[in-house]
């Protein structure tokens, strides 16, 4: 559930001046993941068919039978434009029992996909206490995400450079 799980969104990024740009929208926070994290190097090569992957593990029937190992250190949960109807399956509520168990969990991701977390009956209790009124999370993280209350974020160079980088 939710409410037992740490919750951190990590950018995979070193740009130093969009460091500072995040750094600003959320104050005393990091967005981004520290160089010495201890599975940055295998990013690159993970895919559907990875053995962390949710839906793969879907796919074998593997989530109640998992390996110990896997339970002890991260899944990988594929939500792109190309995902299947297992990695769908991560927003069914019988495959979060075997997801709160995983202390890790890596998403990939090209679009947003907060709003069908309240579709999710165990994420309910959590997104109601965080959100009373659930109309004021998407206000919030609209705000925050599209920055248009940065001044820096709007500046010449910042942006190109970020766009850039992009």
């Not at 559930?1 to 130093?16: D, G, K, P, R, W």
């Not at 209790?125 to 001044?151: A, M, W």
Request: charged share 20%; aromatic share 16%.
């Amino acid at each position: 559930m939710l409410a037992n799980a740490y919750v951190s969104i990590c950018i995979e990024c070193q740009h130093t001046k969009l460091i500072k740009t995040y750094t600003y929208i959320f104050p005393e926070a990091s967005l981004f993941l520290p160089t010495d994290f201890p599975l940055k190097n295998q990013f690159a090569t993970l895919d559907q068919k990875s053995p962390h992957c949710h839906g793969e593990m879907v796919r074998k029937s593997n989530l109640t039978n998992t390996d110990k190992s896997l339970l002890s250190s991260f899944v990988y949960l594929h939500l792109s434009h190309d995902y299947n109807d297992q990695d769908k399956l991560f927003f069914c509520n019988q495959d979060q029992d075997f997801l709160e168990k995983i202390p890790r969990l890596i998403v990939r991701t090209d679009y947003y996909f907060v709003p069908s977390l309240f579709l999710i009956p165990s994420f309910e209790q959590e997104l109601s206490n965080l959100f009373p009124r659930k109309e004021t999370v998407f206000h919030f993280l609209g705000r925050y995400l599209f920055g248009c209350f940065i001044p820096q974020m709007w500046s010449g160079d910042l942006l190109l450079d970020t766009i850039r980088h992009i």
